[in-house]
């Protein structure tokens, strides 16, 4: 490269300058417990009839722009309302930066509760919004008084309601996001990216879709297995997909992601065994974190667990995790709710058994 200067500094927006890059560590041969992924690739009795269903793929051409037979199998997996409409984007985080988007102008604000998903809050910047962040409770439920004055105050465009949410793990209770519903004067997105992994008891939000015009439900197929092929969908009023829709790029779906997510769909029972396992799992390791000595931690409705180290420790022990091959996530910020917080995706089994093993041994020494 030349040493002479670009002019990126005077035409990049400031905002842009001013944002870090979003750092992805490299896997390597760890034990990746990081990033909320399915711990097993497509399971080998299937493998060989996947690789079959691409061979009708023309790569050549460029991919049904609408996706018309992937959205039809998805409204039936997803028991999507047939007066809804659909978008499905390159993973959810595409379809998070087009809804910003077509709402960003001057004066114009996005609200989330906080800690959440991060990628709200860095693509609401970027596209020049401000941005409102209310804070969880100590135990990370909604704070509904400060909600209420929120919404009166910034009159949102959007509201954005991880439920079960990240990084905490939990569902928000049902009677809250309907009261938020109710309240807010725009959009209200219910990102049920974990939906596959609650809890019997607890109702997602696809059956209210028809009750609420402002309401859109957010699903992606990344934590179920498909983390790979980039597919998430928003769901909602045909009035605001119509709108939506004219951001999305053309064929932002393509060919492989559309044949891949057709057969995966077909052959769900196989990703709806590893979910249970999931599940059965994330209990287990619930319980066994739950029986060391200094640890806080937080049920979980996803496939991940927050738990708190004393001893101001959480740096610490994610380095030593690492030196030893286990890459899970460090959440700590000072004086923040995520303080001393650590947040570990459910493995493989034996790959739990081993994050348990060694986590255990560090918090004895
Ligand atoms: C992982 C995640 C997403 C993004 O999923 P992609 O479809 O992979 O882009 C969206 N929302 C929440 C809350 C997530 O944790």
């Known amino acids: 490269m030349t040493n002479k200067k670009t002019s990126a500094s005077r035409w990049v927006r400031k905002v842009i300058q001013q944002q870090s890059s979003y750092h992805v560590p490299p896997a390597g041969d760890f034990i990746k417990l990081d990033a909320m992924e399915n711990p097993w690739p497509m399971p080998e009795e299937i493998n060989q009839a996947w690789r079959e269903s691409l061979a009708g793929s023309h790569l050549n051409r460029y991919p049904d722009p609408q996706a018309s037979e992937l959205t039809q199998r998805l409204r039936k997996l997803l028991a999507i309302p047939d007066e809804a409409g659909v978008m499905l984007g390159n993973g959810s985080d595409e379809l998070i930066q087009v809804i910003l988007m077509a709402l960003a102008a001057e004066n114009v604000s996005v609200l989330s509760p906080s800690p959440s998903f991060v990628m709200y809050e860095v693509l609401a910047r970027a596209c020049g919004l401000s941005y409102a962040a209310i ?104 009035d605001w997909m119509t709108q939506l829709d004219k951001l999305r790029l053309p064929y932002n779906i393509n060919s492989l992601t559309q044949a891949t997510a057709s057969f995966a769909i077909e052959h769900w029972s196989v990703f709806q065994q590893q979910i249970d396992e999931i599940c059965v799992e994330r209990d287990r390791v619930f319980n066994a974190l739950s029986s060391l000595q200094g640890i806080e931690l937080w049920p979980s409705d996803t496939n991940f667990i927050l738990f708190r180290v004393s001893d101001n420790r959480a740096e610490w022990i994610h380095a030593q995790l690492l030196a030893q091959g286990i890459l899970i996530k460090c959440l700590n910020r000072a004086d923040t709710a995520l303080e001393n917080c650590l947040r570990v995706t459910i493995g493989r089994l034996d790959e739990n058994d081993i994050f348990l093993r060694v986590l255990s041994e560090l918090l004895l020494s």
Request: aromatic content about 8%; proline content about 9%.
């Open 135 to 238: 804070p969880l409770q100590r135990d990370f439920t909604l704070d509904m008084p400060a909600m209420r004055k929120a919404i009166s105050e910034h009159q949102p465009a959007v509201i954005f309601l991880a439920s079960p949410n990240n990084p905490t793990g939990a569902v928000f209770q049902q009677s809250e996001i309907e009261e938020i519903l109710e309240l807010a004067p725009g959009l209200v997105i219910v990102d049920e990216a974990y939906q596959p992994f609650i809890r019997e008891g607890y109702e997602d939000f696809m059956s209210q879709l028809a009750e609420y015009p402002d309401l859109i439900i957010m699903r992606t197929l990344s934590k179920v297995g498909l983390a790979g092929i980039r597919l998430g969908l928003i769901t909602g009023h045909p």
